[in-house]
């Protein structure tokens, strides 16, 4: 029996016409999926006034996690700027440092944000923690190295979408659980947050071809867990499994009405609710998984985009005001 699926925004489903769509990844379609060029980071800088500093820190097991640190050039070094540590997305197993990079660099426009972008090892090849670690470690270099970056250590925002949104929603859980570093706010952009994958909006969007789909979703989460059982999984690597979400900063997430990952993020920010923490939740109606960041000239990405730059505005100016100030949501 075939599910009924809310339908996609008109202009969005014009869009997707154009574009081949799969249903399954499998290593093979993994690898050809690996080989197309990345993201081309030196036409999105050749406009803007960006210092480029490419570094590496060591992952926990001395691997090097190599770093990209964008920053606003010919600008006030005597003001902190707030910094934007992003996680890019691609279900775990593919992409790099610049996907999806044209988003956090609307800040650096936007704020004269310092973007720090992290490389995490993939998987297969890496699994289990490995992903959150390094990215947790990367963080860590940000945070110890703030005066030297010219960032505001009160102003550290940690974003990420589709998997780098579930990446960020574990690395904000391990800086709680840790006590270090602190962080401002996390933007969780459609994020990956469950493995369990039995929504009722991962069975919707299983057994037709789309962007990102459930059987793709298992794919992913398969290549990263390998043998670990339901018992064995982390809440650091599936976020949705924590069952203490208070303490969190301020949380911005929002989704698709038409994805697979709709369910799992509207009860993730129902949850911060539950415990008293702050959290704005945006679900686009009709919008596919990364919608926005395919087609960032739509209408609903706009909004969506804007909707998004706004709320961290506010974030930032309050932390900019009153930085040791708890908000809603903060642990004392």
């Keep these: 029996m075939t599910m009924a699926r809310p339908a996609l925004d008109p202009e ?49 097991d001395g691997a090097p996690i190599p770093l990209s640190v964008l920053s606003p050039a010919n600008t ?38 310092v973007v720090v972008s992290v490389d995490y090892r993939l998987a297969p090849e890496a699994t289990g923690a490995v992903l959150v670690d390094d990215c947790y470690q990367g963080l860590l270099w940000v945070a110890e190295h703030t005066a030297e970056l010219g960032i505001d250590p009160a102003r550290i925002v940690v974003a990420g979408a589709s998997a780098g949104g579930g990446l960020a929603a574990g690395v904000t859980l391990l800086a709680r659980d840790l006590g270090s570093p602190a962080i401002a706010a996390q933007m969780l952009i459609c994020p990956m947050l469950d493995h369990r994958n039995t929504s009722t909006s991962s069975r919707q969007y299983s057994g037709v071809p789309g962007v990102w789909t ?12 390998g043998d670990l059982t339901d018992a064995e999984v982390s809440e650091y690597v599936s976020p949705a499994l924590a069952e203490d979400l208070s303490g969190l900063p301020a949380t ?4 698709g009405s038409a994805e697979v990952f709709r ?20 679900v686009w109606a009709g919008g596919f998984h990364g919608f926005d960041a395919l087609y960032p000239q739509a209408h609903i990405s706009t909004t969506a985009r804007r909707t998004r730059t706004d709320w961290l505005a506010r974030l930032l100016e309050l932390r900019r005001i009153a930085p040791l100030t708890p908000v809603d949501g903060d642990r004392p």
């Design 12 to 60: 969005l489903r014009e869009l997707l016409a154009d574009m081949p769509l799969i249903s399954r990844l499998n290593p093979e379609v993994l690898a050809q999926l690996r080989q197309l060029p990345s993201t081309p980071i030196e036409s999105l800088l050749e406009h803007r006034q960006v210092d480029r500093r490419e570094i590496t820190v060591p992952a926990k």
């Design 76 to 113: 006030d070094r005597t003001t902190a700027a707030p910094c934007i540590y992003w996680i890019h997305g691609g279900g775990m197993v593919m992409g790099d440092r610049f996907s999806q990079i044209d988003i956090p660099l609307e800040w650096l426009d936007q704020f004269g944000a």
């Design 214 to 225: 459930g059987e793709m979703n298992a794919f992913g989460w398969d290549a990263v867990l």
């Design 252 to 255: 911005y997430i929002d989704t």
């Design 263 to 282: 369910d799992e993020d509207t009860d993730y920010a129902t949850r911060i609710w539950a415990v008293g923490g702050q959290a704005e939740l945006h």
